[in-house]
């Protein structure tokens, strides 16, 4: 399969392209109107997709800085997102 069949190469995607082309091939395989060569092919691009998107937000969440507040309610510095 080539970039040509599938659409842009997926490194070079941005969050919101990848996540729309992800929810178009969701929208394909659930109508179920897709050959089943051509369902297997869209649904590995939607794995990749997948993982690309959540490589991105990793990386948006890594760089996610809080306000640490000091004991009167003022801003007095950040410190990293805690995920958890």
């Known amino acids: 399969m ?3 069949e599938t659409g842009p190469a997926i490194a070079e995607m941005s969050f919101e392209a990848a996540l ?3 929810e178009s091939i969701v929208a394909k395989l659930e109508r179920g109107d897709v050959p089943l060569e051509q369902s297997i092919e869209i649904y590995e691009r939607g794995e990749l997709l997948k993982k690309h998107c959540d490589g991105l937000l990793k990386t948006a969440e890594q760089k996610i800085e809080k306000i640490r507040l000091s004991a009167d309610g003022k801003p ?3 410190e990293p997102f805690d995920v958890e």
């Open 2 to 4: 080539s970039e040509d």
């Open 20 to 22: 729309q082309e992800l």
């Open 76 to 78: 007095e510095g950040t």
